[in-house]
């Protein structure tokens, strides 16, 4: 069974920047689309930036400019570079891949504090 698992999440000061990783057990993110996904307490899980498997990437307009996505297949890892972090950014992260549709079981997420 694949299993996602997210780290890197952590305490950081408002401005402060947090590198996300996201390493999978089997070769998922192979030829498939890569998301990550970010919920806060209270609130719906909601889709944060994406990167195909040719490159090309989506950013919510919330995060445009101070995060950045990428993958490294090789590595079966994805990452989220996070700079100018803003406490509405507080969050857990989860990544995931999509195959014929759907999503793989999801992970346990990285938790990400900003304080102000």
């Known amino acids: 069974q694949v299993q996602l698992r997210e780290s890197g999440g952590g305490l950081v000061q408002a401005g402060g920047s947090l590198r996300l990783s996201c390493a999978a057990s089997?070769?998922?993110?192979?030829?498939?689309?890569i998301h990550w996904y970010r919920q806060a307490p209270g609130r719906q899980r909601e889709l944060v930036a994406s990167?195909?498997?040719?490159?090309?990437?989506y950013y919510a307009d919330s995060v445009k400019g101070r995060f950045t996505i990428s993958r490294d297949d090789a590595k079966n890892t994805a990452y989220l570079q996070m700079n100018n972090l803003k406490p509405e950014d507080t969050a857990a992260y989860y990544c995931?891949?999509?195959?014929?549709?759907?999503?793989?079981?999801w992970g346990r997420g990285t938790q990400v504090v900003v304080s102000s």
């Open positions: 995931n891949a999509l195959q014929d549709g759907a999503f793989f079981e």
């Open positions: 990167i195909t498997s040719g490159g090309s990437t």
């Open positions: 089997g070769r998922i993110f192979v030829g498939n689309d």
